[in-house]
């Protein structure tokens, strides 16, 4: 004979549910924040979940420091009416939001100059080798890794020849004053347009 009851849990799952251990809680926290970035590779997508990973591990972090400081932690006669007041201090979105405010994006330097920042970058792009060009250090890499003044432009006629494939295509950078694919093709999982201004190094590829 049972005893009357809303539900019924097996034993085990019971059990889980009363001992289980905190990467439940993590994997739940984390999918209520995805974020929605496409067309990356597997690798980019676990990069992306250890970084969200240790900004939760901070935001936890930083509620039980906070607790410490204002000396509430003997209050607590339960983990439970603890953990409620940790809720109650802050969610993990508002700690994300907070944090987004403050953040501001490094901005590439050179690597091989300590003053690569105070030199200007060039204004001319030349006409041949421009891929070697733009590899190099003395103003072709800075120039398209920089963050600002790449305007997409549209040219109906004549097309031009993109920098990276080789396909004929009307959108140009303002600033590299080359052509470059928008939009990704086959396998590859960004642009022609990504690929020239986020990688250190460019190379040619088939389509």
């Given amino acids: 004979q049972v005893n009357p009851a809303h539900d019924l849990r097996p034993y085990l799952v019971d059990l889980w549910n009363r001992f289980k251990g905190g990467q439940d809680v993590v994997s739940r926290q984390l999918s209520n924040v995805k974020v929605d ?5 597997p690798r980019a997508f676990l990069v992306i979940r250890q970084i969200m990973t240790q900004l939760l591990n901070a935001h936890l972090a930083l509620r039980l420091v906070k607790l410490r400081l204002e000396d509430k932690v003997d209050e607590f006669t339960s983990y439970k009416k603890m953990k409620q007041t940790l ?13 987004g405010e403050k953040w501001e994006p490094k901005k590439y330097s050179d690597e091989s100059s300590d003053n690569s920042s105070s030199i200007p970058l060039p204004t001319r792009v030349p006409k041949r080798n421009r891929m070697r060009w733009f590899n190099s250090n003395e103003g072709g890499k800075r120039l398209r890794l920089s963050t600002e003044g790449h305007t997409l432009l ?12 080789d396909m004929k295509t009307t959108s140009k950078c303002a600033k590299c ?11 590859n999982r960004t642009s022609c347009w990504v690929k020239h201004h986020t990688r250190r190094t460019i190379e040619k590829i088939n389509r």
């Fill in 177 to 187: 004053q080359v052509h470059l694919c928008r939009f990704a093709f086959g396998q």
């Fill in 87 to 99: 809720n109650e201090m802050g969610t993990f979105s508002d700690f994300l939001y907070k944090f």
């Fill in 37 to 41: 970035f496409r067309q990356l590779s």
């Fill in 154 to 165: 549209h040219a109906i006629n004549p097309k031009k020849r993109c920098l990276i494939c």
